[in-house]
């Protein structure tokens, strides 16, 4: 993998973990606020679920060159 290509790599995993923690953080604020009278937990578990799918979408993205499969047929 070239400096280039993990360069680039890195700068759609950081911005897909922006976007996923500020929607998991204003989910959050928002069902605090709504349903649970204005509790934390919503706040944490949002923010903690947009994270987790973000680190999940980084580490198949990066470890997305070291998988063979290339050998599945396209349907055309």
């Not at 950081?14 to 500020?22: P, S, V």
């Not at 604020?29 to 709504?34: A, D, H, L, T, W």
């Amino acid at each position: 993998m070239s400096e280039k290509e993990l360069g680039r790599k890195w700068d759609c995993c950081l911005a897909d973990c922006a976007a996923k923690i500020g929607a998991g953080l204003g989910l959050g604020i928002v069902f605090s606020v709504v349903f649970f009278k204005r509790r934390t937990w919503p706040i944490a578990f949002g923010t903690g679920a947009g994270l987790g799918m973000s680190y999940s979408n980084c580490q198949n993205d990066l470890r997305s060159h070291y998988l063979l499969y290339n050998n599945i047929p396209k349907k055309e």
